[in-house]
């Protein structure tokens, strides 16, 4: 497609079950970030993918939270043992790296929620 | 610590007005900012990106200037419409030019016809 791609859009799950999220990027984008957005919060970088290189997973808040890109391209976040904290938007964004910033597209989220 | 900071927090008008929302941010060594449109259950969309040698961007109603050593940028939008109704989001690097952004909070705007 032309967009950033997410699914499932909608999750609710219990409380303990693991989640996988799924993004699939604009064909050609080499990096690929997930963003957390909770109710009333700004925006919370998770992990950020560029190329071949180590991924930066700075912001991923427990080892609960992990992610991997195959093939450079899909992305599937996935929580373990979710908690009710876990209940958010989890929005995945892509774009082309160029020397000084670059344009970036986000995809319409996952919405989680965790009972 | 890169913090972002947006006021107001929310804001009404009426239709045709022109608007200023602003943005303030903590670490003035950025190498870009980027200002979003986020729709109530959408993803972002990016509206203006300004790179840290530039003082301003157009497109279309929409104006974004960047003053990087007072650590502000502000978004202009000229003669409203209600299809602009939307949260405003900024959004600058953690640090220099890194990838990872720091947004602040947005600042919901309603333009009522």
């Known amino acids: 497609g032309a967009g950033v791609s997410q699914s499932p859009s909608n999750k609710v799950t219990e409380k303990g079950k693991d989640v996988e999220l799924r993004c699939d990027p604009i064909?050609?984008?080499?990096?690929l970030y997930w963003y957390r957005q909770s109710l009333g919060q700004g925006l919370e970088f998770l992990i950020y993918?560029?190329?071949?290189?180590?991924?930066?997973k700075s912001g991923l808040p427990s080892d609960r939270f992990s992610a991997e890109r195959t093939g450079g391209s899909v992305s599937t976040l996935t929580i373990q043992r979710t908690q009710q904290e876990d209940s958010a938007v989890y929005l995945c964004?892509?774009?082309?790296?160029?020397?000084?910033?670059?344009?970036?597209?986000f995809g319409e989220g996952s919405w989680l929620t965790v009972v | 610590k890169q913090e972002v900071t947006q006021i107001p927090a929310a804001l009404s008008v009426p239709e045709g007005e022109n608007l200023v929302l602003n943005c303030s941010f903590t670490d003035s060594a950025i190498y870009n900012l980027q200002w979003f449109r986020q729709d109530p259950g959408k993803g972002l969309t990016s509206l203006l990106l300004i790179q840290s040698s530039q003082r301003e961007q157009t497109s279309g109603r929409l104006n974004a200037s960047l003053d990087k050593s007072s650590g502000r940028s502000t978004l202009y939008i000229a003669a409203s419409q209600p299809g602009d109704s939307a949260t405003y989001l900024c959004?600058?690097?953690?640090?220099?030019?890194?990838?990872?952004?720091?947004f602040g909070k947005g600042t919901k705007l309603t333009v009522n016809p």
């Open positions: 959004a600058v690097p953690s640090q220099g030019g890194s990838e990872k952004l720091v």
């Open positions: 064909s050609g984008h080499t990096a």
């Open positions: 993918f560029q190329g071949n290189s180590a991924p930066d």
């Open positions: 964004a892509s774009s082309l790296v160029s020397g000084e910033g670059n344009t970036i597209y």
